[in-house]
C-alpha cells in the first residue's frame, strides 16, 4: 500500500488530539477537561513588570512562562508568582508542578524555589542546555 505523508489541515489535526484524548482516557482514571488557565501580572502603573502564564492540567501545574523586567529583579516578584500560581494549584487538588528553562535564564531561582532538574537536553539551542524542573506541591 502506498502511504504518503502530507501537511495535515486544522479539522485533521484536532481529529489527531481527539483520537490521544480517546486513548489516554482509556488508559487512567482522571478525566482531563480543558486546562485550568492561571496566569498572573504584577503592574506599576499600567505596566507588566512582571507575569506568569500556567496552566493546571490532570492535578498538574505547568508553568509555562515566568518572566521579571530586568530591572525589577531580585525583588521577590518571580517568588511572589511562582508562589500565587502553585498555591492556586494547590487550592484545586494539583499535586506537581512542571517547568523547563534554558540555562541562559535563571535555573537556580526555580531549584532555590524547591524545584529539581529531572531532564536536560543538550544543544538546545545550539550550545546551550534546556532544563527540565519539577516540584511536588503537597509534601
Not at 70 to 88: D, F, M, P, T
Request: charged share 30%; with cysteine.
Amino acid at each position: 500500500m502506498n502511504r504518503e505523508i502530507i501537511l495535515a489541515t486544522n479539522k485533521e489535526s484536532k481529529i489527531i488530539d481527539s483520537n490521544i484524548t480517546m486513548f489516554n482516557r482509556s488508559k487512567i482514571s482522571v478525566v482531563q477537561g480543558p486546562p485550568i488557565i492561571k496566569n498572573y501580572v504584577i503592574k506599576e502603573e499600567d505596566k507588566i513588570i512582571a507575569g506568569v502564564n500556567s496552566f493546571v492540567y490532570w492535578g498538574i501545574l505547568h508553568v509555562d512562562v515566568l518572566f521579571v523586567d530586568e530591572i525589577y529583579r531580585g525583588k521577590n516578584l518571580g517568588r511572589q508568582l511562582l508562589s500565587k500560581v502553585e498555591n492556586e494549584a494547590r487550592k484545586i487538588g494539583a499535586l506537581l508542578s512542571h517547568l523547563d528553562t534554558f540555562d541562559f535564564q535563571d535555573k537556580d531561582f526555580y531549584i532555590r524555589n524547591g524545584y529539581e532538574v529531572f531532564g536536560t537536553l543538550d544543544d538546545c539551542p545550539n550550545g546551550h542546555k534546556r532544563y527540565y524542573l519539577k516540584k511536588k506541591l503537597l509534601q
